[in-house]
């Protein structure tokens, strides 16, 4: 359970890597809807593991969008070294989130299954 100082810098890790990826970075392989999910700090606020999520495109773009990310690593840590305050500025780890995608996939298989009508319905039991 992370404790209030590790999801307060949490919290200001995610708005400074977003700011950073979306006004600061200019890699032309940057493209589509690129997204924050979460941060997860440490405990001793070392390290942040920071996931992203890119929409539009297909796959490998969205490789190449994440390889940028993750290539501008330093530049990102830079930028936010001047919005975290305390002893340490983390060393951030990306990593792709699929949990979005896989959340959308279920909703689609979902409205799918709504949407095809039910053949036991439509026989008459009499």
Do not use: W
Not at 44 to 62: C, N, P, W
């Amino acid at each position: 359970m992370a404790t209030r100082r590790q999801e307060k810098v949490a919290r200001v890790i995610k708005e400074a890597v977003s700011d950073a990826i979306a006004n600061h970075l200019s890699d032309p392989r940057i493209e589509g809807f690129t997204s924050v999910t979460r941060v997860e700090v440490a405990p001793d606020l070392k390290t942040a593991d920071v996931y992203v999520s890119i929409f539009g495109g297909d796959e490998v773009m969205q490789k190449k969008t994440f390889a940028a990310i993750n290539h501008a690593r330093t530049r990102i840590q830079s930028l936010m070294g001047d919005r975290v305050s305390g002893k340490f500025c983390p060393i951030l780890s990306f990593y792709m989130d699929e949990q979005f995608k896989k959340t959308l996939e279920i909703m689609t298989i979902i409205e799918k299954a709504v949407a095809k009508p039910n053949v036991d319905d439509s026989i008459d039991e009499t």
